[in-house]
């Protein structure tokens, strides 16, 4: 019992990173600093996802989903649970190339805004009352 509720707490985990990836720009709009975290974040899951690794958090939930008793799964946490979300059938490869276009224009964006946002609080704590 003890090692499915480790298994699915992996599993919530990895998928709150994935989310974390994915939308933690918009978080950093809200409190700057989680910035600081999301960019290495934002780092590691394309170095993942362009170099076709296998994030650590995937055969540490197969083995403890093993230990359990239950079936593991081959391949990755984003091929066996969210690929038929984010690459359903008929997608193409230029539209893949599209959507990665979005996300990186779309972090950009996000950015830009952080740092304006970042020095216009500056430049209100150097102007004089």
């Known amino acids: 019992m003890i090692y499915r509720l480790l298994a699915d707490a992996v599993l919530v985990l990895h ?40 994030c650590p958090l995937t055969p540490l939930e197969v ?35 599209v959507l990665a276009a979005l996300l990186v224009v779309g972090n950009v964006v996000i950015y830009t805004l952080w740092l304006r946002r970042r020095r216009a609080a500056r430049a209100l704590q150097r102007t004089p009352a």
Request: glycine share 16%; aromatic share 16%; charged share 10%.
């Open 15 to 54: 998928g709150l990173f994935v989310a974390f990836v994915v939308f933690g720009g918009l978080l950093a709009l809200w409190r700057w600093r989680l910035a600081y975290l999301h960019l290495p974040a934002l780092a590691w899951g394309a170095m993942v996802i362009g170099m076709g690794w296998i």
């Open 63 to 97: 083995s403890l989903r093993q230990q359990a008793g239950q079936e593991g799964y081959g391949g990755g946490f984003i091929e066996h649970y969210i690929l038929a979300v984010i690459y359903p059938d008929g997608l193409t490869r230029n539209i893949q190339m």
